[in-house]
């Protein structure tokens, strides 16, 4: 922990370090440390494989102006006469954008430029970013989020399975998290003119 603290070494070698260190500690018998390491390795492996992947996804969409692109051809589709309403639409687009991409790619890539084009209806950044959060609980369920893999993986639930079950639920969330945030004014449900 002094080390973590201090960042003596790179985190990553330090949980190595680590990890050999209580291996060697908790199971001294060498067959029995080759078990343990056996009956994790499938949760290890998929979960480091979709890092990976969402990494190589994240960097091409950000890499190739892909994620601008996107975000422009959003603002494209919305009608002027919605632009006042440009907090909630990110809202609630946030749901799909979040699970199918990256919160990086959304968050650096997407939420930029529709914050932009809402600062000319007087809504804030800081209102688009809160408005943006909505959808997390949604974001959860992307195949996109390692830490899901391994928490159904270790309750013995198929992934398809969680999702079916969860989506709906986790909408609700999103939509009570919006009503509480309009609300309590933390966005406008309509923008002034700037």
Known sequence: MVSLVMGILPLPVLFMIAFAVALIINYPNLAEQRRRVAQHAGNVLSVVSLIFAAGIFTGLLSGTGMGAAM????????????????????????????????????????????????????????????????????????????????????????????????????TMVCMVMLAAALAFGLFPLVGGVA
């Open 71 to 170: 975000s422009r051809s959003l603002l494209a589709v919305i009608p002027d006469a919605m632009g006042p309403y440009l907090a909630g639409i990110t809202a609630l687009v946030s749901l799909p954008f979040t699970f199918f991409m990256s919160n990086d790619a959304f968050y650096f890539g997407v939420l930029p430029i529709l914050s932009e084009a809402a600062q000319g209806y007087g809504i804030s950044p800081v209102e688009m970013a809160r408005a943006s959060l909505i959808g997390q609980p949604v974001h959860l369920l992307s195949p996109l989020v390692p830490s899901t893999y391994l928490l159904v993986g270790l309750a013995g639930v198929e992934f398809g399975d969680h999702q079916r079950y969860s989506l709906k639920w986790a």
